[in-house]
């Protein structure tokens, strides 16, 4: 009967680690960290040397 509590012991503390983990590291589902991300991604995208209030000139100076 020991062994049996033991590994339902185990067994629980895994669950609840497991449970922890997966709370700390689900995605946010706001509509802010929505758009976050998106602007996250189209900073990822934008070529190099391209500055906000240059908006549409390229790095050269050119359109």
Known sequence: ???LLY???AILLSVVGGLILWY???RPTSLTAGIEEFQRELRALTPDGYQKRDRGIGPNGRR
């Open 24 to 26: 700390r590291n689900r």
């Open 1 to 3: 009967m020991t062994n």
């Open 7 to 9: 590994l339902g012991i």
